[in-house]
T-cell receptor, first 113, second 112 residues
Framework: DQQVKQNSPSLSVQEGRISILNCDYT??????FLWYKKYPAEGPTFLISISSIKDKNEDGRFTVFLNKSAKHLSLHIVPSQPGDSAVYFCAASANNAGNMLTFGGGTRLMVKP | DAGVTQSPTHLIKTRGQHVTLRCSPI?????VSWYQQVLGQGPQFIFQYYEKEERGRGNFPDRFSARQFPNYSSELNVNALLLGDSALYLC???????????FGSGTRLTVV
């Protein structure tokens, strides 16, 4: 039973354009959501998070949107850069904190020059 | 500043054997979590420790155990290895419980 799903295993975007990565969840107890980026042979790196009391959080080129009624969140990267090419994981927790995370399966983003 | 250090980086074990994976958190971090990432999937939560006490356990069999030492380093032990235990095992540390976890690069375990 996958409680966090990333339905797109891969996404290809041209440099300078917007990348939109999507994530759906089923557990209504989740109240804190995070995005991680992972390069090969490295551990996941924290990108941005959002609490369920908000519907948007922005940090530089990265913005996360949360739609609680739809149990859906998305990560927008604008503008996309070749260095953004990596696997992106959506994660959720049920204790308003970033621990004991439930991860999605990941989306591989390829940004073409 | 050293990040989260995991050892070994790779190892190969035979079915039925036992394995111990080690994690040194960032200096000053008191919380350590362990995750298993099977190829093609996202990481799955195994254990969380804070101040040497277990604070959370994921849906893993009793063959998996862990502990945290007084210096906040941690070990993950897996007994009676199965082929399905082949995965990347990730350790993450945080200053406090619940915030700002930094992941190590992981230990790649292959069970043959």
């Amino acid at each position: 039973d996958q409680q966090v799903k990333q339905n797109s295993p891969s996404l290809s975007v041209q440099e300078g354009r917007i990348s939109i990565l999507n994530c759906d969840y089923t557990n209504s107890m989740f109240d804190y959501f995070l995005w991680y980026k992972k390069y090969p042979a490295e551990g996941p790196t924290f990108l941005i998070s959002i609490s369920s009391i908000k519907d948007k959080n922005e940090d530089g080129r990265f913005t996360v949107f949360l739609n609680k009624s739809a149990k859906h969140l998305s990560l927008h990267i604008v503008p996309s850069q070749p260095g953004d090419s990596a696997v992106y994981f959506c994660a959720a927790s049920a204790n308003n904190a970033g621990n004991m995370l439930t991860f999605g399966g990941g989306t591989r983003l390829m940004v073409k020059p | 500043d050293a990040g989260v250090t995991q050892s070994p980086t790779h190892l190969i074990k035979t079915r039925g054997q036992h394995v111990t994976l080690r994690c040194s958190p960032i200096s000053g971090h008191k919380s350590v979590s362990w995750y298993q990432q099977v190829l093609g999937q996202g990481p799955q939560f195994i254990f969380q420790y804070y101040e040497k006490e277990e604070r959370g356990r994921g849906n893993f069999p009793d063959r998996f155990s862990a502990r945290q030492f007084p210096n906040y380093s941690s070990e993950l032990n897996v007994n009676a290895l199965l082929l399905g235990d082949s995965a990347l095992y990730l350790c993450a540390s945080s200053l406090l419980l619940g915030y700002g976890y930094t992941f190590g690069s992981g230990t790649r375990l292959t069970v043959v």
